[in-house]
């Protein structure tokens, strides 16, 4: 089964129509639970790149010799072993922004994003296709964690990304940890909305 | 006749020697001495002390029971009118989880009254159960397990299920990690392992509750077999050891942080399950269909859960 897309229309797919976090529904953890900064998402974004582009590559690499009955084991270790490399780098380089991110650059070893990547098409695909998959859909959870950051940072603090934009806070209900909830779905709700107006304008029941 | 007196007099010796260690500390100067909150602890004494020895903060000398030399900064000590009793209220906050000794000097005419003030083990126990099922919940204030949460709180009887296989699991993983931790990861300072480790440990476990679940009762295996799949990749269950590494919590602590948070799951999962049974009967605009009125609900019990956060127990 190979792969006929551009590295571009794999990046495009990614970010777009198969977003992690608002088309997929998947890892939805740290985007309730950390998301209250623009830097937090782009810190953890940064990580679950990262984690996912070598253990794409990695599993790419290696794909011939996995035998299918253990491939769920291995995909596993194959995460943990990456997301413990970052761990350790995040925590000896950036000490403060790993300590606001707590728990969350650990877990990255259970999203389900990055198994379901592996399992999808890094199997499958050559090495090439599955770095520009993986860096998509890192990618797109990088963006993903960021508009949800922007929406509640400027909305909670009236800054972004530090700087104060808007001088007064409107809502500071949403610097709340509970607010994610209703951000992420309020947010699905816009999305669900724009595309129900798109079909309808086109005529489609 | 003869029988029940015999019984009578057995329940009053009982008593007696319950009582006994109480009696034995009345005769002491310190009659009850316990931790108000985090800066304070009160001391109440037999009969009225002289207020000017009691008042003065020179005259205590308090530390925790296992760094003897590092004394604790008194900021001021509140002498009651009667005279009984004490307040002292600290500089900085206390750690009330260690046992803290207090020395006090010429109190009623004696050189030196030591005494310690601690809170009772089970007690701190039963507090970090309650603090995981409730004031910390893992889905409602630590936002983990949103995938499975918002999976599998469809039905009432799915989530009952969902909620007790992941408690099971919980304990069982959080006890072999406990230790792996202890006994082969911090011994041969593998602490950077923890992450590959731990993940082995609970997909290992719940390959060997499925095994052992299939043999030894296949109806219950029936009914819950079909979540365990869901089990391995969850965050919820990969959390736990990851805290209890973290806080260096012992085994009896283990356990019961996965109790707690194994049944916080199973509760926020019960309470969701019965709002989505509901949710399907009700009028929703077609945007909000699916996931978004799910996570606005959930949002609302977050914000109910909020109020659990002052909660302390003991």
């Known amino acids: 089964m190979a792969n006929d897309k551009t590295p571009m229309q794999l990046i495009a797919r990614g970010v777009l129509s198969e977003n992690p976090i608002f088309r997929l529904a998947l890892s939805m953890c740290p985007a309730v639970g950390i998301s209250t900064t623009?830097?937090?998402?782009?810190?953890?974004?940064?990580?679950?790149?990262?984690?996912?582009?070598?253990?794409?590559?990695?599993?790419?690499?290696?794909?011939?010799?996995?035998?299918?009955?253990?491939?769920?084991?291995?995909?596993?270790?194959?995460?943990?072993?990456?997301?413990?490399?970052?761990?350790?780098?995040?925590?000896?380089y950036l000490p403060e922004a790993y300590a606001k991110m707590g728990i969350f650059v650990k877990?990255?070893?259970?999203?389900?994003?990055?198994?379901?990547?592996?399992?999808?098409f890094a199997c499958k695909e050559g090495v090439k296709d599955s770095f520009w998959d993986g860096l998509g859909m890192g990618i797109g959870f990088m963006v993903g964690m960021m508009v949800i950051g922007m929406v509640r940072e400027l909305l909670g603090s009236g800054a972004i990304l530090g700087y104060d934009v808007l001088g007064f806070k409107p809502l500071l209900f949403f610097i709340l940890p509970s607010a994610g909830f209703f951000v992420v779905g309020l947010m699905m709700a816009f999305f669900n909305w724009i595309e129900l107006y798109y079909k309808r304008s086109k005529g489609v029941k | 006749m003869m029988k029940s007196k015999l019984v009578y007099s057995l329940v009053v010796a009982l008593f007696a020697a319950l009582l006994s260690p109480l009696a034995a500390q009345a005769g002491d100067l310190v009659v009850d001495q316990r931790f108000v909150n985090k800066k304070e602890i009160a001391v109440t004494f037999a009969g009225p002390v002289d207020k000017a020895v009691a008042g003065a903060v020179a005259n205590y000398r308090v530390f925790e029971e296992a760094d003897p030399d590092i004394f604790l900064e008194l900021a001021k000590a509140t002498v009651a009118e009667d005279g009984k009793g004490v307040v002292?209220?600290?500089?900085?906050?206390?750690?009330?989880?260690?046992?803290?000794?207090?020395?006090?000097?010429?109190?009623?005419?004696?050189?030196?009254?030591?005494?310690?003030?601690?809170?009772?083990?089970?007690?701190?126990?039963?507090?970090?159960?309650?603090?995981?099922?409730?004031?910390?919940?893992?889905?409602?204030?630590?936002?983990?397990?949103?995938c499975v949460f918002f999976g599998t709180s469809k039905k009432k009887s799915t989530a009952k299920g969902m909620g007790v296989v992941f408690t099971i699991v919980m304990v069982v993983s959080a006890l072999m990690s406990w230790f792996f931790f202890n006994f082969i990861l911090t011994p041969y300072n593998l602490n950077f392992l923890q992450i590959v480790v731990f993940i082995g440990l609970v997909s290992l476990t719940v390959q060997a509750v499925d095994t052992i679940l299939r043999k030894v009762n296949p109806v219950l295996f029936n009914s819950f077999g079909v979540y365990l799949v869901l089990v391995i990749a969850n965050c919820v269950i990969i959390a736990v050891p990851l805290i209890l590494a973290n806080n260096n919590y012992n085994v009896f602590e283990t356990f019961m942080l996965a109790l707690g948070a194994g049944g916080g799951f199973l509760l926020a999962l019960y309470l969701m399950s019965s709002v989505s049974e509901r949710l399907q009967l009700a009028k929703i605009p077609p945007t909000f269909k699916g996931l978004p009125i799910a996570f606005i609900v959930a949002g609302q019990f977050a914000m109910a859960f909020l109020g659990f956060s002052g909660l302390q127990l003991f």
């Open chain 1, 38 to 92: 623009v830097m937090n998402g782009i810190m953890l974004g940064i990580a679950v790149l990262f984690v996912q582009v070598f253990s794409s590559v990695t599993i790419s690499i290696f794909k011939n010799l996995i035998h299918p009955r253990i491939r769920i084991p291995t995909y596993t270790l194959t995460i943990a072993t990456w997301v413990t490399v970052i761990d350790l780098v995040l925590a000896a």
């Open chain 1, 107 to 120: 877990l990255i070893v259970a999203f389900a994003i990055i198994t379901m990547r592996l399992e999808m």
């Open chain 2, 88 to 146: 002292l209220s600290f500089a900085s906050p206390l750690n009330t989880v260690k046992t803290h000794v207090v020395e006090v000097k010429g109190l009623a005419g004696a050189d030196k009254t030591v005494f310690s003030v601690s809170k009772s083990y089970l007690g701190y126990l039963f507090g970090i159960l309650i603090s995981a099922l409730l004031i910390n919940n893992f889905v409602f204030t630590k936002y983990l397990g949103l």
